[in-house]
């Protein structure tokens, strides 16, 4: 499985980013696709992901202002950024069906180039 990430880029505070994730390869064996990020010196964060038939999850720091949706590729509308969104973000997937706290645990099998997303204040 490949993974493509794209959107990133410069936003001032308040503003909206969008950020997508095309998948290749054995695709139909995927249980899950999220989003995580890394901002400098910080530990990989899970903000979101989404397994078949069992929902989504999005970690409380972004709640209500990132969705997260899948059809033919994996999306992330961020809304409302605010400068502590600064870091790159990482599209990643499993066929593992394991829960989101284990993968925010763990981290998840196939993982594309991070994209940067930086918010000015």
Avoid: H
């Amino acid at each position: 499985v490949q993974l493509q990430a794209s959107g990133g880029g410069l936003v001032q505070a308040g503003g909206s980013l969008r950020l997508s994730c095309a998948a290749s390869g054995r695709t139909s064996s995927l249980y899950a696709m999220g989003w995580f990020r890394q901002a400098p010196g910080k530990e990989r964060e899970l903000i979101a992901c989404i397994s078949s038939g069992a929902g989504e999850y999005v970690a409380d720091s972004v709640k209500g202002r990132f969705t997260i949706s899948r059809d033919n590729t994996l999306t992330l509308q961020m809304n409302s950024l605010k400068p502590e969104d600064t870091a790159d973000y990482y599209c990643a997937a499993d066929s593992r069906r394991a829960s989101a706290t284990y993968f925010r645990n763990y981290g998840m099998t196939y993982w594309g180039k991070g994209t940067q997303v930086t918010v000015s204040s």
